[in-house]
């Protein structure tokens, strides 16, 4: 992300997102009513204003949205399952518009941390005041390339996060972006903040995407390259469960998102989000595990 400029990608996610309203009924699998409002007043008030539409499932777009209600519901369902199990506390790294300390129930009454870049923190703050709306979150000001990721669970305790008590870390969209410096300093960070009993959920891409990239996934590579936010960081699906396990962590749950639409979505929809490189990770910490300073490479 180019500096003192708000996330172009989290305004994508965001559209993404305030798009599958049009989606029909019986298909949609999140309902976020403030993701439009990050996107253009243009497309908001036409949003506001149509019910179901052919533009939400429409040739290229339609994936998009499609892949952004699996992906949403996949991780509203691990807040909802580390709640009901008594979870009171989750951290979100690189936040972007994320707004599920609005709309999902379950986190009524929960701490709810957003730890993200000033200028994206800044515009989101923008966008919910002029739409009359205050978020019960706490934000967090960080650059993830710059600021000493050792310093994060200090910030967190002094903005009222208990380090004994178990936190769920979301973190959505952002792995990719890091260089592997960042991502092992980060998982650091996780762990000290992270209690027995904490839970982990992240979206990642299979490394081969990076590494041997399709066509396709060259073009969008450039795209987001262009606007400041490279593609730089994969994991290997098959040596997740090791690296995870030297950070103190045991993987529970490893999906691609094409294997959670077939789950979720009809067939012939759920065939449209055909992408097993993109994945979501959910990650325990059991108990306190000492990693070695120097972790084996992913």
Request: proline content about 7%; overall charge neutral; aromatic content about 6%.
């Amino acid at each position: 992300m180019r500096e003192q400029t708000p996330s172009r990608t989290a305004a994508w996610v965001a559209a993404a997102r305030g798009l599958g309203s049009l989606l029909p009924e019986g298909v949609r699998l999140v309902e976020d009513p403030y993701g439009a409002a990050f996107t253009s007043p243009r497309l908001k008030r036409f949003i506001d204003a149509r019910g179901p539409s052919a533009l939400a499932t429409m040739p290229g777009l339609g994936e998009w949205v499609l892949y952004m209600q699996v992906r949403t519901r996949v991780l509203d369902d691990a807040v909802r399952e580390f709640t009901a199990g008594g979870g009171q506390q989750m951290v979100i790294l690189g936040a972007g518009y994320d707004c599920r300390a609005l709309r999902l129930e379950e986190l009524r009454g929960a701490a709810v941390f957003e730890v993200d870049h000033p200028a994206t923190q800044g515009r989101k703050r923008d966008v919910l005041a002029r739409i009359g709306v205050h978020s019960p979150s706490r934000t967090i000001t960080w650059d993830f390339e710059e600021r000493p990721m050792a310093e994060l669970p200090g910030a967190l305790a002094e903005a009222g996060h208990d380090a004994t008590r178990p936190t769920l870390t979301l973190w959505e969209g952002v792995t990719m972006y890091l260089t592997e410096p960042a991502i092992e300093s980060s998982m650091r960070a996780i762990a000290a903040l992270s209690a027995p009993g904490s839970r982990l959920a992240m979206t990642y891409f299979n490394r081969a995407r990076i590494s041997r990239p399709s066509l396709t996934t060259r073009a969008i590579a450039a795209l987001v390259a262009r606007v400041g936010e490279p593609w730089r960081w994969g994991w290997d699906p098959a040596e997740l469960p090791a690296w995870m396990a030297a950070h103190g962590f045991t993987v529970l749950r490893d999906v691609s998102l094409a294997d959670a639409a077939r789950e979720l979505l009809p067939p012939d929809l759920a065939r449209r989000v055909d992408d097993p490189e993109r994945r979501v990770a959910i990650v325990a910490r059991e108990s306190v595990v000492v990693a070695s300073s120097e972790p084996p490479r992913a």
